[in-house]
C-alpha cells in the first residue's frame, strides 16, 4: 500500500531533476522540503519585482551541450557572463586576474610586460615548498595580486589567517593574458530568463510537493509513504550524527532596498581589504539586465560559528573526509535510499554538476529495474 514510487527529500536541483525524470518515465513522486519554498539554494524571492537571489548568487554555467539543452528546456537563458569588480580599498580591479587587472596594478601593456612583472615578484620568495596558503598563493601570482585581491579576502571567508589554512585550499588561480573579464571559461553561461523558481516549478509540475516539512520529525511516517527515498538533506543527519557532525562554512547575508535605479553598476563586487568586514555585495537586477526603478542589493558576510547557519561549503579536510567515510559505508547498505545532492554527497557541485549527478542515477535506476 505504498502511495508512491519514490519519496524525494529535498526539493533543490537534486530532487527536482530526480523528480522529472523519474515522473516523465511515469513514476510518482512526492517530494518533501523544510523550507517554505522549493529550490533549494537556487530559490529566488520577488522583492521589488526583482528576482533575488536568496542564498547567494547563482549563475549557471557549463561546457556541457548536453546539460545546456537540458536546461533550457525549461527556461531561456539570457547572456549574461559573470565579470565580478574586486573592490580594495575603493580601488576597482577586473576580475579574474587578466590585463586589465595588470595595467590597473602596474601599468603593464603587453602579456609579456605583466608577465615579466609577475616573475619578478615571485622570483625572490624562495617558495619551492609551499607551507601554506599564504606560500602557494604568493608562488602562484605573486606579492602585489596576493594582498591585494588575495589575502585578506580569503582571511574573512575563513576566519584564520592565511598563513593558517593549508597550501591546498588554492591549487590553481585563474589568471590570464588578455583583456577579457569573463569570470568562467565555459562554452554556455546565463541566467535563466524568469528566475530559477520558473525551471524547479517546471521540474516539479508532476510530483506532490509538500513544503514546511522535516523528513526528521516523523522519518517512520514517510519513509512508509513510498518504495523508495531520495535523500538529498545532511548525510551526518540521517545517521544520527553518530560519527560526529561534518562541518562546514557558511555566510550570512544582509538585504537591502535602496531607491536608486543602479546602486553599485555591476551584479556582483567582491570586497578583497581587511577594513571592509563583508566579502561581496551582489545587486540583483544585473544578473537580469532589470530596469525596475528601485535596486535589491545584498551583503555577503562570511560567519565562523555555523552552529546554527546554513551549511554551504563542505571543509574537505582530513578530519571531515574521515567521518564522511564511515558515513558512506553506513549509506552503501542502505539499499532502498539513493543520497545525492551536495549535503547528502558532502560534496560542493555547481548546478550543473548536480543535474548532471541526478541524471545519472536516475538513468541507473530506471536500468536496474
Ligand atoms: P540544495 O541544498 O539546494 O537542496 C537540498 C534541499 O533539501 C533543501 O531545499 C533543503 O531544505 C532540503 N532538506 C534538507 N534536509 C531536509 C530534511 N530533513 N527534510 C526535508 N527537506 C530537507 N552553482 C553554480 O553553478 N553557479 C553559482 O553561481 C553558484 N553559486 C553558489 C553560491 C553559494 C553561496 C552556494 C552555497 C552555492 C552556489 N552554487 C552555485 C551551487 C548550487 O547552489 C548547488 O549546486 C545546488 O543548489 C545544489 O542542489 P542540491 O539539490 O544538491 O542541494
Redesign the pocket.
Known amino acids: 500500500n505504498k502511495q508512491y514510487d519514490y519519496l524525494i527529500?529535498?526539493?533543490?536541483?537534486?530532487?527536482?531533476?530526480f523528480a522529472h525524470e523519474m515522473t516523465k518515465a511515469g513514476k510518482k513522486c512526492l517530494v518533501?522540503?523544510?523550507?517554505d519554498?522549493?529550490?533549494?539554494?537556487?530559490?529566488c524571492k520577488k522583492i521589488e519585482d526583482i528576482n533575488v537571489?536568496w542564498?547567494?548568487?547563482?549563475?549557471?554555467?557549463?561546457n556541457d551541450k548536453t546539460l545546456w539543452d537540458y536546461v533550457n528546456q525549461f527556461a531561456e537563458f539570457n547572456r549574461y557572463t559573470?565579470s565580478p569588480i574586486a573592490n580594495y580599498k575603493q580601488t576597482f580591479y577586473n576580475l579574474p586576474f587578466n590585463m586589465n587587472t595588470f595595467y590597473k596594478l602596474w601599468g603593464s601593456k603587453t602579456p609579456s610586460e605583466a608577465k615579466a612583472e609577475i616573475a619578478r615578484q615571485i622570483e625572490h620568495l624562495n617558495l619551492d615548498e609551499p607551507q601554506n596558503l599564504e606560500e602557494q598563493a604568493l608562488k602562484l601570482v605573486g606579492t602585489d595580486i596576493y594582498e591585494k585581491l588575495i589575502k585578506h579576502y580569503t582571511e574573512k571567508q575563513w576566519g584564520k589567517k592565511a598563513t593558517e589554512l593549508p597550501a591546498f585550499i588554492i591549487k590553481r588561480l585563474p589568471i590570464r593574458f588578455t583583456f577579457d573579464n569573463n569570470y568562467f571559461n565555459d562554452k554556455y553561461q546565463g541566467i535563466p530568463i524568469g528566475g530559477y523558481n520558473k525551471i524547479i516549478d517546471c521540474m516539479l509540475k508532476n510530483s506532490d510537493v509538500k513544503l514546511d516539512?522535516?523528513?526528521?520529525?516523523d522519518r517512520a511516517f514517510w519513509s512508509s509513504q513510498a518504495k523508495k527515498i531520495v535523500f538529498?538533506?545532511?548525510i551526518d543527519?540521517y545517521f544520527d550524527f553518530k560519527f560526529g557532525e561534518l562541518e562546514y562554512r557558511s555566510?550570512r547575508y544582509e538585504l537591502e532596498v535602496h531607491d536608486t535605479e543602479n546602486f553599485q553598476g555591476n551584479a556582483v563586487m567582491n570586497f578583497t581589504d581587511a577594513e571592509t568586514p563583508y566579502t561581496r555585495v551582489y545587486e540583483h537586477k544585473h544578473f537580469e539586465f532589470g530596469t525596475q526603478p528601485k535596486t535589491v542589493i545584498t551583503r555577503?558576510y562570511p560567519i565562523t560559528d555555523t552552529k546554527n547557519a546554513?551549511p554551504?561549503?563542505p571543509i574537505n579536510d582530513e578530519r571531515n573526509m574521515s567521518v564522511l567515510k564511515q558515513y558512506q559505508q553506513l549509506a552503501e547498505l542502505e539499499s532502498n535510499v539513493i543520497f545525492?545532492?551536495?549535503?547528502?554527497?558532502y560534496r560542493?557541485?555547481?548546478?550543473?554538476?548536480?543535474i548532471a549527478s541526478?541524471l545519472k542515477k536516475t538513468k541507473s535506476e530506471l536500468e536496474t529495474e
Open positions: 527529500v529535498g526539493s533543490g536541483l537534486f530532487g527536482a531533476t518533501i522540503d523544510k523550507r519554498h522549493s529550490g533549494g539554494n537556487i530559490h537571489h542564498y547567494g548568487a547563482h549563475i549557471f554555467h557549463t559573470n516539512t522535516d523528513f526528521f520529525e538529498t538533506g545532511k543527519n555566510l555577503e546554513e554551504y561549503y545525492g545532492g551536495r549535503l547528502a554527497e560542493y557541485y555547481d548546478m550543473h554538476q548536480v541526478a
